[in-house]
């Protein structure tokens, strides 16, 4: 009964109290094919409908009922959320329950991979994040419910679930796109794979000689295989790429530039070691096990990588040596020359002017043949190789096939010189002995000096 209406010459005015909700003009009434006083009864029929609905609405009962709701709904989200705390800590009894009777360990082949504590501390893991996932979800729902109950926040409820359901609808429409991706991604990485397959065989089949190409040794096969897979796994990363989500965003395309920038200024060094360990690889100076010297370091090869070599020492000291130092210096591969042509181990004596040359040789070459590792053919043989004031040199050089035992080699060959000189009687003149006899002791052991009262020792 507050709305009422109010007519003047021009217009007629709907009314409520001294306050005009609308008003109805002739022209109104003309593009609506009535008369003006008709439509501003309509109007006002209208805005007392909606006056007396919102008064519904907004009355006290329903206030309370939506408080009521409002309580409700909290009481519940608050009993589920006590149901999923007790069912998650049954399940956690019942994993720790699993882990002490049940669970054994996961072992690949002789390698413990997850014993059953790790095992047990994984599933409580995954127990928890279920449990977050579950209690999130709830208040997914829950929360816009409770701004939908009041007519105030209604619009904002709306806004809270869009914001939910928008990136969730977001993902699923992007991973079902993404399918036919995918299958191509898995296709060329699947063809890959078995070529690398492959590839392999046919390396394995080289480097075991049941395969033999002619100027391709077998120690290049697998370095050559591991050549190819990078080259095969680089095609493979181009290939795919343009498939990868997000690949033509300029964001994906910057942080790819950044990083190959970054790798391209801090690996100078390493990829002139790769580069020098490929080299190496086919130029084949040296394979692992071989005695070699590098500048002043003697050792065998253990190990050759990429990256490095690393050499044991005689005295066990792991020698760590750059690929790019070893192509800088030059290698002496004791091992390769011993095995195909015998490699020749010599040491240097100096023997009086008094002694006759030839007896100094056979001396020379019995205390060579003597020596445990000394091949006897080809021969030793003996090379004068200095004359000096007081005395003449000889060199005795012998064939050997075990580079590794070189050390112990020279040391037992040096032992015999001495007991096959001092047995003859005659002195080494190392170090120098120059006077005439004028009483002064000789330089042979004594045990080695024949005593008056004894046969001659022949």
């Given at each position: 009964d507050s709305v009422h209406i109010f007519n003047s010459e021009y217009q007629t005015d709907i009314m409520y109290g001294e306050k005009v909700i609308l008003s109805v003009t002739d022209q109104d009434a003309l593009w609506l094919n009535t008369e003006r006083e008709v439509l501003a009864k309509k109007y006002q029929s209208v805005v007392n409908d909606k006056i007396v609905s919102l008064k519904k609405e907004h009355g006290l009962l329903q206030v309370v009922k939506r408080v009521a709701l409002f309580v409700l709904v909290l009481v519940v989200q608050y009993l589920f959320f006590k149901l999923t705390n007790y069912l998650f800590k049954k399940l956690r009894r019942k994993i720790i329950w699993l882990k002490q009777?049940?669970?054994?360990?996961?072992?690949?082949?002789?390698?413990?991979?997850?014993?059953?504590?790790?095992?047990?501390?994984?599933?409580?893991?995954?127990?928890?994040?279920?449990r977050y996932i579950v209690l999130l979800i709830q208040l997914m729902f829950s929360v816009p419910m409770l701004f939908a109950i009041f007519p105030q926040t209604e619009n904002l409820a709306m806004k809270l679930f869009t914001y939910i359901i928008e990136p969730i609808k977001m993902v699923l429409k992007s991973v079902i796109e993404y399918i036919p991706n995918l299958?191509?991604?898995?296709?060329?990485?699947?063809?890959?794979?078995?070529?690398?397959?492959?590839?392999?065989?046919?390396?394995?089949?080289?480097?075991?000689?049941?395969l033999k190409i002619t100027g391709f040794y077998p120690d290049w096969a697998q370095p050559s295989f591991?050549?190819?897979?990078?080259?095969?796994?680089?095609?493979?990363?181009?290939?795919i790429y343009p498939y990868l989500p997000g690949s033509d965003s300029g964001v994906f395309q910057g942080i790819s530039v950044f990083v190959g920038l970054i790798v391209s200024l801090g690996s100078s060094t390493v990829i002139g070691n790769i580069?020098?360990?490929?080299?190496?690889?086919?130029?084949?100076?040296?394979?692992?096990g071989d005695r070699i010297k590098l500048n002043e370091t003697t050792g065998n090869v253990i190990e050759k990588t990429p990256f490095v070599t690393r050499i044991r020492t005689p005295k066990n000291e792991v020698v760590t040596i750059p690929n790019s130092?070893?192509?800088?210096?030059?290698?002496?591969?004791?091992?390769?020359?011993?095995r195909q042509f015998g490699l020749?181990?010599?040491?240097?004596?100096?023997?009086?002017?008094?002694?006759?040359?030839?007896q100094v040789h056979q001396l020379l070459i019995d205390a060579a043949r003597s020596t445990p590792g000394v091949l006897p053919h080809p021969k030793p043989f003996v090379l004068e190789t200095e004359l000096q004031d007081y005395y003449p040199c000889y060199q005795i050089n012998a064939?050997?096939?075990?580079?590794?035992?070189?050390?112990?080699?020279?040391?037992?060959?040096?032992?015999?010189?001495?007991?096959?000189?001092n047995e003859a009687g005659i002195e080494i003149m190392s170090p120098h002995y120059f006077?005439?006899?004028?009483?002064?002791?000789t330089t042979i052991p004594s045990e080695y000096l024949q005593k008056p009262d004894e046969p001659d020792k022949k």
């Open positions: 009777n049940k669970l054994h360990s996961i072992t690949i082949r002789d390698y413990e991979f997850l014993n059953t504590h790790r095992q047990g501390r994984i599933l409580i893991f995954l127990n928890n994040i279920l299958f191509i991604i898995i296709v060329i990485y699947y063809c890959v794979k078995y070529i690398i397959k492959g590839i392999q065989y046919i390396a394995n089949e080289i480097e075991s000689e049941k591991n050549i190819i897979r990078f080259l095969l796994y680089a095609f493979m990363i181009a290939m580069i020098a360990g490929l080299v190496i690889t086919y130029m084949r100076p040296f394979k692992l130092f070893i192509m800088s210096s030059h290698t002496v591969n004791y091992s390769a020359s011993a020749i181990i010599h040491s240097t004596v100096s023997i009086g002017y008094d002694i006759p040359w030839r064939y050997i096939k075990e580079a590794d035992q070189l050390s112990q080699i020279y040391s037992d060959l040096h032992q015999n010189i001495q007991d096959t000189f006077a005439g006899r004028d009483g002064s002791a």
